[in-house]
Structures are given as C-alpha cells and as structure tokens.
C-alpha cells in the first residue's frame, strides 16, 4: 500500500438516549472509554495522525485523553457526519488515505479495518457494510443491475422499494484524502434531516468514476453502536465473549467464562485455572497453573506460577512468587510483593510489604512498609504500626523469625534473624537476632479473689 493513513473519528455527537452528564463515546466497555478502543484501533493501524471531532463535553473527552497523540477537531453545532468530517478537513494530508470511524463502535476489529483500508486506491474508496435482517433506521446501500454501489439512502429519506434493501451503511468507509477534499465542500443539507450527510459523497464517487468496493466485517457487534445503556451492556458481553474465549485458546481453563470479566490485557500460561465472578483487570499476568478462586478481583499484578489465591480476594498492583498462597478473603495493596512459596492467610491486609521465600502471615494482620526475610511466622493479630500519625515508616523482620500473636510493632523498628517476640508485645526498639523479646504486662495472680456481687 505505501501510502500514509489518516484517521477521523466522529465523537461529537451528545447521546441523549444514555440519560448521562457523560458524553456518550466515555461510557465503558471493559472498563475503558468506548473512545479509547477506537483510538486503540486506530494506533494499531499505524495510523499516521488520529483526528477526533468533539462538541459535546467535549473538555470532559480531551481530558480523558492527555497523554495520546491526538489532534482534537471542535465541531460545535452537530450538522451531520459530513459536517463533522469537513472540520478535520483543513488538518488532513491531501496524500493520505482517510478511515472514517465512530468514537461510538468500540469493537471493531484491526484486520476488519485493515482490510477495508487495502481496497483504497487512486480508483477505488472502501464501505464496510453489513446485511441485517432488520435494517430499520441505517442508511441503505443501493446498488445498480451491476451490483456496484452508487449511493446510500438514510432511513428518513427513503422510498418504500428502498426501504426493503437490507445491506447497510456501518458508517465506517475509507477513501483518498483528496477526494473528500473535492467532495465535502460540495455537500448539501436538503433532506429530511437537514444535516450535511457524509453519505452523500457515495453518489458523488459513482458520478465521478471512483468506483466503491465494500467489505464486511466477521461479526455484526464490530460495527454495533452504543446508543444507550441497554447497547452498551450487549457490547460489554460481546467484548467480554470474545475476550475470555481467547484466555481459553490460550490454555486457561474458565469454569464460567460468562461469570468472569477482563478489564484490560491478561497473560496467561498453561493450565491456569479461574473460578466464578473473578474480574480481572489493567496488566494481569497468571503463571502457568495458577488458580484464582471464586469472587477474586486482580489488578495490575502478576501471579506466579503454581500459585493460588483463594476465593474473595482483592490483589492490587501486587507481585506473587511461584508456588505462594493467598487468602481467602485477603487484601494485597500496591507494592505487595511475595517470594516463593509465601503464604498469606485469612483477613490479611498488605501494603508495600516484602515477604521473603515460604514466610507466612496466616491470619487477622496488617503488614505495612515492611520488609519480612524467608521463611518468618507472624502471628494472628500481629500490627505494623507504620503511621504515626504524619509520616509512614518501616518495619524490618529477618530471616526465621517468630512473631507471637497480638504483637504491635511499631516502627520504624528491626527485628533480627531468628528472633522470637512473645505473644501481646508492644515491639518499639529494635531485637537482637536469636533473642526473645517480650514486651507486655507480667501476669500476677491473686489468690482467693472474690467477684463483687450484686448490692
Ligand atoms: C449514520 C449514517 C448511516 C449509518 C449509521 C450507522 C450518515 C448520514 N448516516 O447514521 O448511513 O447507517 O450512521 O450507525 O452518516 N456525529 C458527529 N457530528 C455530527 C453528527 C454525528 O460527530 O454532526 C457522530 C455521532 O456522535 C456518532 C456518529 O457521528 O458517533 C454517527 O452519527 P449519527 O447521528 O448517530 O448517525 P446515524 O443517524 O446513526
Ligand atoms: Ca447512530
């Protein structure tokens, strides 16, 4: 092909019928703006420059996305898809070949694109259309006896004979830079809507010798809008279909793929293994056999292999080991990191906390700015007091540890290589390796002690 590709995508448009403050293409699909998937498209394209029309809330979409490359286009009255197209007009590199897509379709697929934008040539533009068997509100296509497509119909325009055609304008086409450069600009808006129609310019090919080709997409929901929350649901479980049978392809074995959700990209190896209404998110990386119980939620963390996280977990920004156990019902917040064979048990709480090779902290603690050695024991109910009050510090336990339970520890404060602390201890200076350190009331007794009664 050689020749360089533009994108517009049209997002200017209000989408009343969500009955949101947010503008329609920021609704999510998998957790991410409906507008970032068509980006994501659009940058797997190689597209040269990403124009996105905006109107409105159109502050609210540009700062979704500050980091991207893109050049926003305003389009502050919404006079149609032609209108919107001619904003980007003045922007455009007469030499490029130009994808028109919808901020509003989110799960086109690359190659469908791809494929589309191969058909462009100096003779040719390209139309993705589909056949429905309820056509009702598209734009029509209309062929003649040699099947060549010479214009597009909108629904409100058209005449019972067209009315009956079933292939339909997706909305998606691509053309030469320069030709909509002659054709927007010649563009009117007397038809039932009075909006400039980008499907007009079809007629203006066939009149003028660029031939249409079309092509169509595998699947009808890659070129389903979401024009409500009902739609925006249905896009969710195609997305969500799609996703999950690729985990499984790639050798995850899924109990209920309806029952879990990806919410970003997940890695995984061989024979992992996912319960029930586990819901996965951002970067995700499951080691080969890992299991992930029931009512999980991962984000942004790696899980080792071998490893197993038990049910109604919550790991965040979190790194497991091989051959580690979690839960259940524990909570890893960012920087958690576990070595290999590490165990963390039942209401658990753990924040930028190291825990070295096949240490364990089995029950009812909170280990936060902590760094743990190997093989160590904490005790239920044990507490790094990390906080005090103002400025967070650390606590450091070294190898063979023994931690009683109810202990505090109170940092920032060291406890040395096989030192014990006994069981109900404030620790607030550091412990010698190998020493016992006990840091409690003494227990008294006194003898014959009688309960008061009752006056
Ligand atoms: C459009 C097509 C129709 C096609 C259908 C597929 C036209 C005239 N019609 O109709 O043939 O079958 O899509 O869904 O193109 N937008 C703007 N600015 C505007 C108008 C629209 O940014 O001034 C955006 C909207 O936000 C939306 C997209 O363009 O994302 C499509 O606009 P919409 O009004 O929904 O077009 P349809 O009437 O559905
Ligand atoms: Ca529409």
Known sequence: ????????????????????????????????????????????????????????????????????????????????????????????????????????????????????????????MALL???????????????????????????????????????VNTGILAVQAARLQEWLPRLSNQNAQGEYYLTDIIAMAAETGTRVRSAHPDHVYEVQGANDRQQLAELERWYQKRATAQLMREGAALIDPARVDIRGTVEVGEDVEIDVNVILEGRVILGAGARIGAQCTIRDSVIG?????????????????????????????????????ARIGNFVETKNARLGPASKVNH??????????????????????????????????????????NSSLVAPVKIGDGATVGAGSVIAKDVTAGALAVARGRQKELANWKRPGKK
């Open 129 to 167: 259309t589909v056949h429905m068997d309820d056509p009702g509100g598209y734009g029509r296509i209309v062929r003649n006896t040699h099947g060549d497509i010479i214009r597009i119909v909108e629904q409100k325009d058209a005449s019972a004979e067209h009315l009956e055609i079933h292939e």
């Open 305 to 341: 292999a071998g490893s197993q996280v038990l049910e109604n977990c919550v790991i965040d920004n979190a790194r497991l080991g091989e051959q580690c156990s979690v839960g259940p019902f524990a909570r890893l917040r960012p920087g958690t990191e576990l070595e290999a064979g």
């Open 1 to 124: 092909m050689g020749m360089s590709l533009e994108v517009i995508v049209l997002a200017a448009g209000k989408g009343t019928r969500m009955k949101s403050a947010l503008p329609k293409v920021l609704h999510r699909v998998a957790g991410r703006p409906m507008l970032g998937h068509v980006i994501d498209r659009a940058t797997e394209l190689n597209a040269q420059r990403i124009h996105v029309v905006i109107g409105h809330g159109a502050e609210k979409v540009r700062e979704t996305f500050p980091d991207t490359a893109l050049n926003w286009v305003m389009q502050t009255e919404q006079l149609g898809t032609g209108h919107a197209v001619a904003q980007a007009l003045p922007d455009l590199d007469s030499a490029a070949t130009v994808l028109v897509l919808y901020g509003d379709v989110p799960l086109t697929r690359t190659d469908t694109l791809d494929h589309l934008v191969d058909l462009v040539d100096d003779g040719h």
């Open 364 to 405: 009812l603690t909170y280990v936060g700015d902590a760094q743990i050695g190997a093989r160590s024991n904490i005790g239920a109910g044990t507490i790094t007091c990390n906080y005090d009050g103002a400025n967070k510090h650390q606590t450091q336990i070294g190898d063979d540890a023994f931690i009683g339970s």
